[in-house]
């Protein structure tokens, strides 16, 4: 059965970092696009940041640019988020998600096809 598992949110001050971890089961993650999203509250779910299947070119939102980075253990079937200079407006519910459809990044949110559970980050003093 195919999952993804994300771990590594929490509480955190602004200027502060924390790294996400989205651990896949029942496929091999560097075989499609995996993206990072986001969901604050009364928002609409947005995309973070994407890594693409095989090389591994990467992509992120204008938001995050600079102090975000996404990245694959393969060995672990494992993708990353490192976040750092977090600021209050990051706060929201993280999801990682896999589109099976495509290696790239091209895909609406509305197409990946797996999620996980998702995992709080709160920044605040």
């Known amino acids: 059965q195919e999952q993804l598992v994300e771990s590594g949110g929490g509480l955190v001050q602004p200027g502060g970092s924390l790294r996400l971890s989205c651990a896949a089961s029942g496929f091999t993650l560097d075989h499609y696009a995996i993206g990072w999203f986001r969901q604050a509250p009364g928002k609409e779910r947005e995309g973070v940041s994407c890594i693409r299947g095989g090389i591994g070119r990467t992509s992120y939102a204008d938001s995050v640019k600079g102090r975000f980075t996404i990245s694959r253990d393969n060995a672990k079937n494992t993708v990353y988020l490192e976040m750092k200079a977090l600021k209050p407006e990051d706060t929201a519910v993280y999801y990682c998600?896999?589109?099976?459809?495509?290696?790239?990044?091209?895909?609406?949110?509305?197409?990946?096809?797996?999620w996980g559970q998702g995992t709080q980050v709160t920044v605040s003093s």
């Open positions: 998600a896999a589109d099976v459809r495509r290696l790239d990044c091209r895909g609406s949110v509305d197409e990946y096809d797996y």
